[in-house]
């Protein structure tokens, strides 16, 4: 074996890393000890910033595999045979907490899988809940803080945090759907091999003819769903912080595989304005007896990332990250989502954080993008411009593939609200629970609803009422309201 000699980052040998370089035993350290000043400075940056939302996470690498060609529905080269396996990194997170958090709190996970295809990335993110608390992404920055812990005493438990949820969610009455899971078991998992992923979005499938589809993904755990109670899941987060992501590495590490089927529901385009609520709305699931799930493939997970830094804290995932025969719907909150990640990751990681190897795309790249932080993509040709005859025209536009559909859209510029009905949905939800699923439904949110202000307490129960009289007057008994 050869021996490994220590060095500085510029290669130079370091014969010494354990002792600073002063005047004397007792003197000051002097501004030429190199070493220490390249140590210290690495150590100063070793952190890049924190995702503002899903920051705890973790993640592995598998394969995907469809289980026939989708080529009727969609001509995305991933979906077209049984026979290619294509390489996935699949990240799972914790969505409102910080990355010390617990991985048991009531919270959204995320499921986000990264398929490095033969004609680039493609970015499916998901959530383990179905539906979005919002119809409009202008309101998710508000979301976002009034989920964090408030401003002045940086606090997230107590009657401030509680009311400053609560206080939000009452204003926004579409949330009352994602309450309904939220506060039930499926808001507190102890194992990301046992949650199911939801796309939650709308987005279109096109074939070769230009034909669209309307669809949505599930991700259903070959292992079966599983959640825990909320007293498991305090107790939990007291003694195993850090159990969905330790689960998940050792299951891997043992030489298990962690296993997903995709499903998808799928509408024609033009079917859209036949049915009985907006399928673009996010806050709505597709009801399965009226759109029946069709599987699609399964992803197996099987290697663990080699360093959790480099392929997990620096992975970054896109919706923007889509490929021919995967489209975009006007799902308002899918239109908001769109540019906000990838610029968000030019912050976090930096302007060429596809560079990354976790994050490149396995298909060649080539454009006239150039330079900023840490760029090493490099090119001998003096030409980095288009159009251009000095570079023989290259790289010459990609030929098309397949019939473009073609979208027609007019209508009056303005700020609209969308319209909806928000009540109906949580409250066939609640109707369906068992008996202990109501009951922890309800022991669920009025643990937290108690330590909110009264008038937001009042404000909230009009909301339950509404959405099933049964549920409302039990919160109000709970409360004593």
């Not at 990355?99 to 490095?116: I, N, P």
């Not at 889509?322 to 990838?342: A, C």
């Not at 108690?450 to 339950?464: D, G, K, T, V």
């Amino acid at each position: 074996m050869t021996k490994r000699y220590l060095t500085t980052n510029q290669g130079a040998p370091v014969a010494d890393d354990q002792h600073s370089l002063t005047v004397g035993v007792r003197g000051p350290i002097l501004l030429a000890d190199t070493i220490y000043l390249e140590k210290i400075s690495q150590f100063d940056r070793e952190k890049i910033p924190e995702r503002v939302f899903h920051a705890k996470g973790a993640g592995a690498f598998g394969h995907f595999i469809p289980y026939k060609s989708f080529a009727p529905l969609t001509k995305a080269n991933f979906l077209q045979d049984p026979d290619k396996a294509t390489t996935v990194f699949t990240r799972f997170s914790v969505a409102g907490s910080s990355l010390g958090s617990a991985d048991t709190v009531r919270d959204v996970r995320g499921f986000a899988v990264k398929f490095y295809t033969e004609e680039g990335n493609y970015d499916l993110i998901c959530n383990h809940i179905p539906v979005f608390p919002l119809r409009d992404p202008l309101q998710f920055p508000d979301f976002v803080h009034a989920i964090k812990p408030d401003p002045v005493a940086n606090v997230r438990g107590g009657p401030i945090a509680a009311s400053r949820f609560w206080d939000f969610m009452s204003l926004r009455p579409e949330s009352m759907n994602f309450l309904i899971y939220l506060f039930s078991d499926t808001g507190t998992v102890k194992s990301y091999r046992t949650i199911q992923g939801f796309g939650v979005n709308t987005y279109k499938w096109v074939n070769m003819c230009g034909e669209e589809w309307y669809v949505r993904y599930y991700w259903e755990p070959c292992a079966g769903v599983a959640c825990i109670d909320s007293k498991t899941a305090a107790h939990l987060a007291g003694t195993d912080p850090d159990v969905a992501g330790r689960d998940l590495y050792d299951t891997i590490a043992a030489g298990h595989s962690v296993e997903f089927e995709m499903q998808v529901q799928v509408i024609k385009v033009e079917e859209e304005e036949d049915q009985p609520f907006d399928i673009l709305d996010p806050t709505y699931i597709w009801p399965q007896d009226m759109f029946p799930l069709l599987p699609v493939g399964r992803m197996m997970l099987n290697r663990n990332p080699e360093n959790f830094f480099a392929e997990v804290e620096q992975s970054a995932f896109s919706p923007a990250a889509i490929v021919p025969g995967i489209d975009f719907s006007n799902d308002r909150v899918l239109q908001g989502r769109i540019f906000p990640y990838g610029d968000t990751q030019r912050y976090r990681i930096g302007t060429n954080y596809l560079q990354l190897p976790v994050n490149m795309p396995r298909s060649p790249v080539d454009n006239m993008m150039q330079d900023g932080a840490m760029q090493f993509r490099n090119s001998d040709d003096i030409v980095n411009y288009l159009p251009n005859t000095l570079g023989g025209g290259m790289p010459a536009a990609a030929p098309k593939k397949g019939k473009t559909p073609q979208e027609y859209v007019s209508g009056n510029v303005g700020r609209q609200e969308i319209p909806g009905d928000n009540y109906y949905q949580p409250g066939c939800r609640y109707r369906s629970m068992s008996g202990m699923e109501k009951k922890h439904l309800v022991s669920n949110i009025i643990e937290s609803l108690s330590q909110a202000y009264e008038p937001i307490q009042r404000r909230m129960l009009e909301h339950f009422m509404r959405t099933d009289s049964e549920l409302g007057s039990r919160i109000a008994q709970g409360l004593q309201v």
